[in-house]
């Protein structure tokens, strides 16, 4: 007998950008402000990894 399952699938992106700031909060900051802007754009050549979580497909989710 086949059951259904959900399969979550989360890609993880990841670039390194140099940042000009005074200290390592001030560049997070640039750094963000300039994602949320779409001046730095992740893509897929900054591919990471995958991961996959499978649960069967009528498990009650939990929300936080």
Do not use: G, H, R, W
Request: overall charge negative.
């Amino acid at each position: 007998l086949m059951k259904e399952f959900e399969v979550e699938i989360t890609e993880t992106l990841a670039k390194k950008v140099v940042i000009k700031a005074k200290n390592k909060e001030e560049a997070c900051k640039i750094a963000q402000t300039a994602y949320e802007n779409c001046e730095i754009v992740l893509s897929a050549e900054n591919f990471v990894c995958a991961d996959f979580k499978a649960t069967i497909a009528d498990e009650p989710k939990t929300e936080i």
